[in-house]
């Protein structure tokens, strides 16, 4: 069972607008970074968000994320198909030097 | 940005020992940690370990610890994770990615799917 909760399925219609969220203990959503990796079916994951609410070059602003206290969440508006994958919250742990990955999302596009 | 491209498929026997790698390209190899990151069948992403090629620097997750090892080969800009004898519990997708200056793992390659059967 993961420290970074997720729920395990969401879906949306096409246009619409989406929010996954991702809660745990303090120790590690308030203290550190957010993370989120998109992965599409059959593909390697691929990051959508880091430090909490930075995206990579590539990334559309349609992807967005936000974190307040002890939760996170990754919103998606104009919803696609093409977004049908599943989505993982990450932070990293210093004592480990690792990251810790959420239970991840699977969202369905209807 | 550099790449990272695994070793193909592979299908073992319980027991059999087993090594896959992870080559880099076209960046400063040495000096970026690399993970290595489990998924099982139909599960979710595991974080097992890294390791920085520089000085061949490595720290284990604690579920992972004393069951794999992870290596490098500065001569080539290859990562290893190997096995000395599989489970049929160690069926899964494994994947390598590099650990940037932000702590994102970014980018990662393609997975080499581990098959373990009698």
């Known amino acids: 069972q993961s420290v970074l909760t997720q729920p395990p399925s969401a879906s949306g219609t096409p246009g619409q607008r989406v929010t996954i969220s991702c809660s745990g203990s303090?120790?590690?959503?308030?203290?550190?970074?957010l993370y989120w990796y998109q992965q599409l079916p059959g593909a390697a994951p691929t990051v959508l968000i880091y430090?909490?609410?930075q995206r990579p070059s590539g990334v559309p602003d349609r992807f967005s994320g936000s974190k307040s206290g002890t939760s996170a969440s990754l919103a998606i508006s104009g919803l696609r198909s093409e977004d049908e994958a599943n989505y993982y919250c990450?932070?990293?742990?210093?004592?480990?030097?690792?990251?810790?990955f959420g239970g991840g999302t699977k969202l369905t596009v209807l | 940005e550099g790449q990272l491209v695994q070793s193909g498929a592979e299908l073992r026997k319980p027991g059999e020992s087993l090594k896959i790698s992870c080559k880099t390209s076209?960046?400063?190899?040495?000096?970026?940690?690399i993970a290595w990151v489990r998924q099982m069948p139909g599960k979710g992403l595991e974080w097992m370990g890294i390791?920085?090629?520089?000085?061949?620097?490595?720290r284990y997750s604690p579920s992972f610890q004393g069951q794999v090892t992870i290596s490098a080969d500065k001569s080539i800009s290859t990562v290893y994770l190997q096995w000395s004898s599989l489970k049929a519990s160690d069926t899964a997708m494994y994947y390598c990615?590099?650990?940037?200056?932000?702590?994102?793992?970014?980018?990662w390659g393609q997975g080499t799917l581990v098959t373990v059967s009698s």
């Open positions: 990615a590099r650990r940037d200056g932000y702590n994102t793992l970014d980018p």
């Open positions: 076209e960046y400063n190899f040495l000096n970026h940690w």
């Open positions: 390791i920085y090629p520089g000085d061949s620097d490595t």
């Open positions: 303090s120790s590690y959503i308030r203290n550190n970074f």
């Open positions: 430090r909490n609410n």
């Open positions: 990450a932070t990293w742990d210093d004592s480990l030097s690792g990251p810790v």
